[in-house]
């Protein structure tokens, strides 16, 4: 599942240490869902949308 | 606020030493164990072997994450939990796959042992088939 958390992430200019913080998750859980290398349960997708003001289906596509 | 305060201090502790005391205690059980046997080099590799496990967890703990999280008391998220389910499946499954071939090979040598490792083996697939029930009514 592709997603644009890196971009929106970059954009509110954290880090992803900083985010993690924010979302409860470590550095390395931020790092993974960026490259796609895990996908989030909802209730971490609804958070991590929630941080950028988005939604899920704005933050996370389905391929 | 200070239950919290003192919980993470807990925490920090038991994550802190926590491998080191585990260690420290599993290797003295192994050195108690070898010189019961009369064994000392048994029970000393034993016990430098736990010693030298934890010291090196101890030491790249900061760096690497599997190092985190083979720490006890690590504070895991969902991801880090997910880690920990799959890496104790592979392990479940290789020990299975163990079991079920060392029955298999004992049996076949006509070896004592098969009726340890057939106990193993039906163990494993009763609790396979008991979990499955239980995590399927739970799910």
Redesign the interface.
Same mark, same amino acid.
């Given at each position: 599942m592709r997603n644009d958390v890196r971009r929106l992430r970059e954009q509110m200019k954290l880090s992803q240490s900083g985010l993690g913080e924010a979302l409860g998750v470590s550095r390395q859980t931020v790092n993974a869902i960026e490259n796609c290398r895990y996908d989030p349960s909802l209730p971490l997708a609804i958070a991590i949308a929630r941080q950028f003001g988005s939604t899920v289906e704005e933050v996370f596509h389905v391929d | 606020m200070s239950t919290d305060h003192s919980d993470s201090t807990g925490r920090q502790l038991w994550s802190r030493w926590g491998n080191l005391g585990f260690a420290l205690a599993l290797g003295v059980v192994l050195l108690v164990t070898g010189l019961a046997r009369g064994n000392v080099l048994l029970g000393v590799s034993g016990l430098v072997i736990m010693c030298a496990y934890a010291v090196v967890l101890e030491v790249s703990r900061r760096r690497s %994450?599997a190092a985190h999280l083979l720490s006890p008391g690590a504070r895991n998220? %969902?991801? /880090?939990q /997910?880690i920990g389910v799959q890496a104790l499946a592979m392990t479940g499954s290789v020990l299975t796959m163990v079991v079920v071939i060392g029955f298999f090979w004992t049996y076949a040598t006509d070896s004592a042992a098969a009726a340890v490792f057939g106990g193993l083996a039906a163990l494993a697939g009763l609790t396979f088939i008991g979990s499955t029930f239980f995590f399927a009514r739970r799910c």
């Open positions: - | %994450e998220d %969902e991801r /880090q /997910q």
